[in-house]
């Protein structure tokens, strides 16, 4: 996924959750939760072994 790092915009591996409220209405959250590896090349997303989080927005298409 293109990812902005400090040098600019790198691919990076990532995990993307999205959010979804179901009730009487069903809506997309307008953010979600990004964990992405921050070494390029690596698989490791998860924060206590050397991965991190963005921001994320989720806007309708």
Known sequence: CPTFVENGIA?????????????????????????????EGSLVVNSSQGGGTKDTWVVEG
Do not use: M, Y
């Open 11 to 39: 691919p990076r591996h990532i995990d993307l959750r999205p959010f979804v409220l179901s009730g009487k209405e069903t809506r997309l959250v307008p953010g979600g939760l990004t964990r992405v590896a921050l070494k």
